[in-house]
């Protein structure tokens, strides 16, 4: 049975209509290649777009919550309890090359006293796949409406797929990055950078990867998926930044995930954002 609640609906509702111009776009694309200006602007557009359409659709059902936003930054409410929090086409550069490896999230976070932040609905949506991936708090983790999600129960090595974003030279973490990268190839586990750090998380929540790890994220980017994982009896760690590492977020199945956290974080202690 599948989560029918007021948040869910209203979020889906959002997420749908805010899909419509990206499924539409995307056929657009191609025609866009021979100039790198011209893509980039187009989903640059776009993505300003698809966040107006949920933050207008969000505010109009939730008017006192709060936003966090990939494109707008912060917008406070005047209930500072609940934010919502947007990504609205994750996966820019697969879609500027027609890959439809792209989706949209949104989560509704629950902020504590303490400052520690609480995912407690969401919704990744696929729109060119068409898939609807959907938690909230305590109720599972579905998929198009009708099947529970649930991680894998894969554990030998040489069966593990792990997802995580590629190391780019530009990016302040890129050499831990490639040292991370090394220690983790030094195993027979299969990697896979796809390019939506939203979508893996959704992936994995189906049991589609194993286990994921990311350096120096968002919020937008991995609350929705935080929240899918655990839902479908995945195991999620966030780590802070140090002198020695930047925030690292690891998720998999349990069956891996103590040796990943291990093999990654090197027994460097663990700071869950959810509150007590």
């Known amino acids: ?6 948040n869910i609906t209203v979020m889906t509702n959002a997420v749908r209509k805010a899909a419509k111009a990206i499924v539409r776009d995307f056929g657009e694309i191609e025609h866009l290649q021979v100039s790198r200006k011209g893509t980039s602007d187009f989903v640059t557009n776009l993505d300003r777009k698809s966040e107006k359409i949920l933050f207008e659709e969000l505010s109009r059902a939730r008017p006192d919550y709060g ?3 990939e494109e707008s930054g912060v917008v406070k409410g005047t209930n500072a309890e609940y934010e919502w929090v947007i990504d609205p086409i994750d996966g820019t550069s697969n879609f500027i090359h027609a890959i439809p490896y792209v989706c949209i999230s949104v989560a509704l976070e629950k902020i504590h006293s303490n400052g520690g932040r609480e995912p407690i609905a969401a919704v990744t949506y696929s729109p060119i796949l068409d898939e609807l991936y959907i938690a909230e708090k305590g109720q599972g983790a579905y998929v198009n409406d009708k099947r529970r999600l649930k991680v894998s129960g894969r554990k030998e090595m040489d069966e ?6 590629a190391p780019r030279k530009s990016r302040q973490d890129y ?18 950078t796809a390019g939506a750090t ?5 992936y994995l929540s189906a049991g589609r990867y194993d286990g994921a790890w990311y350096n120096s994220c968002k919020r937008w980017d991995i609350a929705a998926g ?9 195991m999620v760690t966030e780590l802070p930044a140090t002198e020695t590492h930047p925030s690292l ?6 069956a891996i995930h103590d040796r990943l956290v291990t093999l990654i974080s090197k027994d ?3 700071v869950n954002s959810l509150a007590s």
């Open 160 to 165: 593990i797929m792990l997802a995580t974003c």
């Open 198 to 202: 939203a979508l893996d998380l959704a």
């Open 1 to 6: 049975m599948t989560i029918v609640s007021a």
């Open 268 to 270: 460097e202690p663990a």
């Open 226 to 234: 935080i929240l899918l994982v655990r839902e479908a009896g995945g």
């Open 249 to 254: 977020l690891i998720v998999s199945n349990p």
């Open 67 to 69: 936003f966090l936003m």
């Open 175 to 192: 050499d831990y990055t490639i040292r991370t990268f090394e220690k983790i190839t030094q195993h027979p586990f299969i990697v896979r």
